[in-house]
């Protein structure tokens, strides 16, 4: 199985895009969140159809020198996106926090999430902060990103639960700089 990251520019964006409502979706079993009165997975009623979701994920690449959007792709077909931040979007003392995560659930199970994700960090050197959330119903979720962290940094990360911008989560530190 060939499994390869493309950070995306502006032309790729609409993958991404098109991933991301069903990325929402999938985050909803998890916070058990439900969707506005437009079907729209989206906090506000402001969004209408999916093209005003896609305008606020304009600035994934309005930034190339801070934000990196990641295309997963699997036998070169869309499997999922990983969003890296970086300064001024992440935590004060990180480099690079892994904003989103997400793969297609027909690639679950078989080593492509750890792969795509290690190949992203191997990208970056410097302090990395990974969140996730914390509740019993995202166990899979936690479990995948101690196991790839542990794994990747050789069992040198932090793991706690603590308040973030985004509230309550588990959140995991590593830091990669002196990694070959």
């Known amino acids: 199985m060939t499994i390869k990251v493309l950070l995306t520019n502006k032309n790729d964006a609409y993958i991404i895009k098109n991933l991301y409502p069903l990325y929402l979706y999938d985050l909803s079993e998890h916070y058990v969140s439900y969707p506005n009165s437009h079907g729209i ?96 119903t995202n166990i899979v979720g936690q479990k995948f990103w101690r196991k790839t962290i542990s794994n990747y940094s050789k069992e040198k990360y932090i793991e706690m639960h603590g308040d973030t911008f985004d509230g309550y989560k588990l959140i995991y530190r590593f830091d990669n700089t002196e990694k070959e």
């Open 41 to 136: 997975y989206e906090d506000s009623e402001e969004y209408k159809t999916l093209n005003d979701q896609y305008e606020v994920q304009n600035i994934w690449w309005e930034k190339p020198d801070c934000l990196y959007p990641y295309l997963i792709l699997v036998e070169d077909k869309p499997a999922g996106f990983i969003l890296i931040a970086t300064p001024p979007h992440c935590s004060a003392g990180i480099d690079y926090f892994v904003h989103d995560f997400f793969l297609l659930r027909p690639y679950r199970g078989q080593g492509v999430a750890e792969k795509a994700a290690v190949k992203v960090l191997e990208q970056y050197k410097g302090k990395w902060e990974v969140f996730t959330n914390p509740a019993e």
